[in-house]
């Protein structure tokens, strides 16, 4: 079935590591996104890519980087600069022409320990 | 400033009664308009969208929302909930799928 998958599900991290999380979509999207949610709050965003190879900055950029090299895969790295990087971290994508509408995978808790 | 804004952080509701979740905006002009929901610890899922046309859309779930640009609101309705709706509900406005602005949610609870 096609979808985005994202790996792993819960991730615990020790404070002044850096951590990679997965996400991958077989939808043919030349979009991808990631977002932050925290309880009680909307979804932010991070980082967002529009083709191969180009990725641009959200609106909570700092203390997270990311790779688009292959179309179906856009990998979130929360490096150990990030202050607060214990949330929920969706990946999502969309279409060429899609009227705008962003489908999201299931989601990656991280957990700073 | 762009802004989404969902004025009810929870609501509950008894299982058959009819729904309805507020969502306004503030926007420079008509944007793109989205409801999805989110079921707990997972993804979220779309409901319905409303890019133009008929301002009164329907979406899956049997729910539908209207947009009324006099009021920038963009309104979710549900004539009889079911215990499975029960999740938190996102609104999202915006220009373009970049930069797309979603409120605070709103969780939904169904007493049974």
């Known amino acids: 079935d096609g979808g985005i998958t994202q790996s792993p599900k819960y991730l615990f991290r020790k404070e002044g590591q850096n951590v990679t999380l997965s996400c991958e979509q077989n939808?043919?999207?030349?979009?991808m996104y990631w977002y932050r949610q925290d309880p009680g709050q909307g979804l932010r965003l991070i980082y967002y890519?529009?083709?191969?190879?180009?990725?641009q900055k959200g609106d909570i950029a700092e203390g997270y980087s990311v790779s688009r090299e292959k179309k179906e895969s856009f990998p979130l790295t929360v490096t150990s600069a990030q202050k607060n990087p214990t949330a929920f971290y969706l990946c999502a994508s969309s279409p060429p022409i899609s009227g705008n509408t962003i489908y999201f995978g299931e989601g990656s808790w991280l957990t700073v320990v | 400033a762009q802004s989404v804004t969902q004025p009810d952080i929870h609501i509950t509701v008894s299982e058959g009664a009819s729904l309805e979740l507020r969502c306004n905006y503030s926007y420079g002009a008509t944007p793109y308009l989205f409801w999805y929901v989110q079921s707990p610890g997972q993804g979220l899922q779309l409901l319905l969208k409303?890019?133009?046309?008929?301002?009164l859309v329907q979406g899956i779930k049997g729910f539908e929302a209207e947009f009324k640009r006099s009021q920038s609101s963009f309104n979710l309705r549900k004539p009889s909930v079911h215990w499975s709706d029960a999740a938190e509900y996102f609104c999202a406005v915006g220009a373009s799928s970049y930069k797309l602005i979603f409120g605070s949610g709103t969780r939904l609870l169904v007493r049974p």
């Open positions: 409303y890019f133009s046309g008929d301002t």
């Open positions: 890519s529009q083709i191969v190879n180009d990725f």
């Open positions: 939808l043919n999207h030349d979009a």
